[in-house]
């Protein structure tokens, strides 16, 4: 899915079955294959004011459901896209075949990526980092407040749409960078992400218009950081 049909989505979105859904997650009809749409794990409505009910409907019921119907029509003819982790997969993209290989980044890669983003977001987080992920934060990075002005910066800084992300590089250091599109860390060699935020129009567009920097502001107060914790640790393993 391209910015001008997230765009499009957006603007005529305003339908019945979201509407009805406002305060729950709920299955949403897929097509058959090894891939299904994760559930969120808390309700549309739970990261309110910060991210409204309607967008979290909409990027995960639309949105994320279009990466999971893609990918089970591309499993048809790839048969180790349902078999092997997508980690795998979108660390070695060069082993998809050349004329696969970009449906493949763009659609495991945006699966991947979601399934990520609302993992690291809970109702009533946004306290700050400890233990393990903190010592490396104010070691290699200068502390927590450097750390979310840089990943602020490179989202805001992101032209178009994107992510901003913290990861563990190759080296096993912490390092902070954007990616186009749905790219991710693990398709430059990173060893994992740490936290990731989406700052494609269609994660924010409906309460912030075009104020990304203020989204980004709100999302901080969205972030799990026993999760974030959890993912640094298994990047670092």
Request: glycine residues 10%; hydrophobic residues 45%.
């Amino acid at each position: 899915m391209n910015r001008r049909e997230s765009l499009k989505l957006i603007i005529g979105i305003a339908t019945v079955s979201a509407t009805a859904t406002f305060g729950r997650t709920r299955a949403f009809a897929q097509a058959a294959g090894p891939f299904t749409l994760p559930p969120l794990g808390y309700a549309y409505s739970a990261l309110e004011p910060n991210i409204d009910t309607m967008t979290m409907t909409i990027h995960h019921q639309r949105h994320h459901s279009g990466f999971i119907a893609n990918l089970n029509n591309l499993a048809k003819t790839i048969p180790d896209l349902g078999a092997k982790p997508a980690e795998s997969i979108l660390a070695n993209l060069s082993g998809v075949a050349e004329a696969q290989r970009m449906a493949v980044r763009n659609n495991l890669g945006g699966h991947w990526n979601h399934a990520f983003f609302w993992d690291l977001m809970t109702p009533g987080g946004g306290k700050e980092p400890d233990g393990p992920l903190k010592a490396a934060i104010d070691a290699q990075l200068g502390g927590f407040a450097a750390v979310k002005d840089q990943v602020t910066a490179a989202g805001a800084g992101r032209f178009g749409s994107g992510w901003a992300w913290l990861f563990v590089n190759k080296d096993k250091k912490l390092q902070i960078g954007n990616t186009p599109y749905q790219d991710n860390p693990l398709m430059d060699g990173g060893r994992g992400a740490v936290i990731g935020v989406d700052v494609w129009e269609h994660a924010y567009y409906l309460k912030y218009q075009n104020r990304r920097g203020d989204y980004l502001a709100a999302w901080w107060n969205t972030v799990n950081w026993d999760k974030a914790a959890s993912n640094f640790a298994k990047a670092m393993a």
